[in-house]
């Protein structure tokens, strides 16, 4: 007897037949005792008529075709088999798709689940295909071990797959949502899997598998996974969330967004199926379809907006695993979408967790970077993350793109948190080598020390030391390259080892079209900043923006940057300024504010004063002498301590003393006659111990234009004096006599 719910599924299967699936004589008897339980049991004499009244034998996988796959996920299906077979023995029930099952789970290699697929025949029905798809991968995942790959079993292998992707391809214009999604999501899943395993760790199947689904000659991916699209396309209406997601996510395993006519693809369509059953999408859906989309730089602002209101409505996200949480906001911030009320959402969830253990390095490094990267500030939860990694007993589980996107992040956010600086700085600094560290690593996070202000001598020199030694420089791109060297210049560390090998790579590069504007401006001042003599570095550059004969590309503050530089590094480059630059600054001089015009003065007094050329326009010459000589010049207390001991020695300084050039000097004594200057240099006129390019070019004008000598008092040497004035007065006098 059937059960109550097995008897209710069949009659939901039944009253699923239109009248154009007519059943006859063959399966008459067997259709009457069903109907005539339905109706025992039910009353319901429309299934008998319906059914007694058909003509026409079709078998039971036709019948299958026209009911929904779910209807045959029932753990009942023994029951049916039994009531289907009773007192017909000669019936063969292989005819129905869902009551014959293959057993893959005891095949121990690839070839052997393609053997026993192919000796179905005309039994192997979709559902199996999938199943078979899906150990297949398994077995993949695993890996399989061989010594020695022969090419005669790669060989023999390729003609097996071939043979089953004829065999899944002839039937996808039968296959249910449910099976098309996992054929798809498999075979994109194998693809990605064999296309990034090492060479050498391939399998005779991994080998197989690669050569036909990343064969580009023969473009075999395109017509597999084109015709699985189109077939996907045409039934969207009847996926479920989960199914809409997939297929999304296999896509953008593949890299791949299939266009479907001239005017969609594959992702524009999902996106609208799923606007519908938003609500029916659980976490993973959610990650998985939002991280596909950002993957495949499909712009939907619909989709994420929707997405976004409905994770933000909820009334918490306890149903999200960190991974899902995470790759989420990730999407949000990759796509460069914003939704404020979903990023809050989930740093008020993060915050509010007792702990965030249950969060992988990654997830940790990820989170913080995507709020970085989507410019939304969430003080708590920064604070959660920053303190769970401090809290951490030591930082062994970090990849490199994990500390790099970390400390990258807190910078980029201007976060302070200096425990987890020196965590992370410590945890480098200790390590024998840096070579897992993509240059792009190594400049982000020697970049964010620089930007958060943040002193680690070790870590600055470990990442030195490794740049330097490096011989394969093809890995750089531009903007790491820059990053490097303006990060060692804005923190004020020396390092000229570094400095010589990023110059020498510049110079021997054969152009540097990849290298944009701001990239070459940047280039140029770290150099000028850090006092770093490389003139054929400074050639190059000026090379390549003569040949891009552009200055309208140029910002003002890159045209007053590279004009500085230039000015401090005191190069020949009559070729760069030319007509054509003083015309663009003529043509922007209203744009140039605070220390552009500044720079552009110095340029001025380096042009026309020291090397007898053309300058500055009468206009904005005065305008940037202006700004120049107006600059603040508060005394410091280092300087006053100087300046009152040069008066007890009877020198009667001159505090702030303008020259005729433009230039503040902190005192002006006069020594038989002749007038000398005293800088006071605190640490931020040094690189190391060596005179950075502000104070270095200062000391030059002066003494050249002004005609006054400059003698530096440094901060070092000063404070290890200590409080004995009569050691203080030796000094002074010690340094001026050798004027």
């Known amino acids: 007897m059937l059960t109550t719910t097995t008897m209710n599924r069949l009659q939901m299967l039944l009253a699923r037949l239109s009248p ?29 008529v319906r059914l007694e009244a058909s003509s026409q034998i079709i078998s039971c996988h036709s019948i299958a075709r026209v009911w929904p796959s779910s209807v045959f996920d029932c753990p009942k299906t023994s029951e049916y088999v039994k009531i289907f077979s009773a007192g017909h023995p000669n019936l063969d029930l292989r005819g129905s798709v869902r009551f014959y099952r293959i057993e893959f789970r005891d095949c121990e290699a690839v070839d052997d689940v393609l053997h026993r697929a192919l000796e179905q025949g005309q039994n192997l029905y979709p559902n ?33 797959i071939w043979d089953i992707l004829e065999v899944t391809m002839d039937s996808v214009p039968r296959m249910r949502p449910r099976d098309l999604t996992t054929i798809i999501l498999q075979l994109a899943k194998l693809t990605n899997r064999v296309s990034s395993r090492h060479y050498k760790k391939l399998s005779a199947s991994d080998l197989a598998l690669k050569n036909i689904l990343l064969d580009e000659e023969s473009s075999t991916q395109y017509s597999i996974f084109d015709p699985l699209a189109e077939a996907a396309n045409q039934i969207l209406v009847d996926f479920e969330s989960r199914q809409l997601s997939n297929i999304a996510y296999a896509y953008s395993l593949l890299g791949y967004n299939p266009r479907i006519d001239d005017n969609t693809t594959l992702l524009e369509n999902i996106a609208d199926a799923s606007l519908d059953c938003i609500q029916q999408f659980n976490a993973q859906d959610i990650s998985n379809m939002m991280w596909a ?3 495949l730089n499909v712009s939907h602002e619909l989709l994420f907006q929707v997405v976004g209101d409905a994770i933000a409505i909820k009334n918490d996200l306890k149903t999200f695993k ?124 020697i970049w964010a020390y620089a930007t958060a202000n943040i002193q680690h001598p070790g870590l600055f020199k470990k990442v030195a030391d490794e740049i330097a030694a490096m011989d394969d420089w093809e890995s750089f791109d531009p903007q790491a390259i820059v990053n490097v060297v303006w990060a060692y210049a804005t ?27 701001q990239n070459l401006a940047n280039v140029t001042w770290a150099y000028a900043t850090a006092n770093i003599q490389h003139p054929a570095m400074f050639k190059k550059v000026a090379n390549e923006i003569v040949a891009m004969d552009d200055w309208e590309s140029f910002t003002p503050q890159n045209l007053s940057t590279i004009a500085w530089a230039y000015t401090v590094a005191n190069l020949d480059a009559s070729s ?58 508060r005394s410091s207390a280092l300087q006053k301590d100087v300046v009152s001991e040069l008066t007890s020695i009877g020198l009667n300084p001159v505090e702030e003393y303008l020259t005729e050039s433009g230039y503040s000097i902190d005192a002006l004594v006069e020594i038989n006659g002749k007038k000398v200057g005293i800088e006071v240099d605190g640490p931020s006129h040094f690189v190391g111990r060596q005179p950075k390019g502000h104070t270095f070019l200062k000391r030059r004008q002066v003494e050249s234009i002004d005609q006054i000598s400059l003698i530096s008092v440094p901060y070092w040497e000063w404070n290890k004096l200590g409080k004995d004035r009569d050691k203080k007065r030796k000094y002074l006098q010690s340094i001026l006599k050798s004027t």
């Open 20 to 48: 154009k699936h007519r059943l006859g004589s063959s399966y008459q008897s067997i259709i009457t005792s069903c109907a005539r339980n339905i109706i025992t049991r039910t009353g319901n004499h429309d299934v008998a």
């Open 128 to 160: 199996h295909i999938a199943a078979m798809w899906t150990y297949i991968f398994r077995l993949v995942s695993k890996g399989q071990q061989q010594n020695v790959v022969h090419k005669e079993d790669v060989a023999q292998l390729e003609l097996l």
């Open 293 to 295: 989309y950002t993957k």
């Open 322 to 445: 960190p991974q899902e949480i995470v790759n989420t906001v990730w999407a949000y911030a990759t796509a460069n979408v914003q939704h404020p009320n979903l990023f809050e959402k989930v740093g008020d969830e993060i915050a509010t967790m007792d702990n965030l253990k249950s969060f992988n390095p990654q997830a940790l490094s990820n989170t913080v970077w995507a709020y970085a990267t989507a410019n939304i500030q969430h003080p708590a939860m920064s604070k959660k993350v920053g303190d769970e990694i401090v809290a951490m007993d030591d930082l062994k589980s970090f990849k490199p793109q994990d500390y790099s996107n970390t400390v990258w992040a807190y910078a980029t956010a201007n976060i302070q948190h200096p425990a987890l600086f020196k965590k992370v700085g410590d945890e480098i600094a200790r390590m024998d080598y840096l070579n897992s560290f993509k240059p792009q690593e190594l400049a982000n996070t």
């Open 491 to 517: 923190a004020n560390v020396h390092h000229p080892d570094l400095f010589k090998k990023v110059g020498d790579e510049i110079a021997t590069m054969d152009d540097l079209k990849s290298f944009n504007p």
């Open 576 to 633: 760069l300024f030319n007509s054509a630059f003083r015309q663009e600054l003529l043509n922007r001089q209203n744009e140039f504010i605070g220390e552009n015009l500044s720079q552009l003065y110095q340029w001025h007094l380096w042009q026309t004063k020291e090397n007898s050329d053309d300058g500055l326009p009468d206009s904005l010459r005065d305008k940037c002498k202006q700004m120049f000589s107006s600059a603040d010049t």
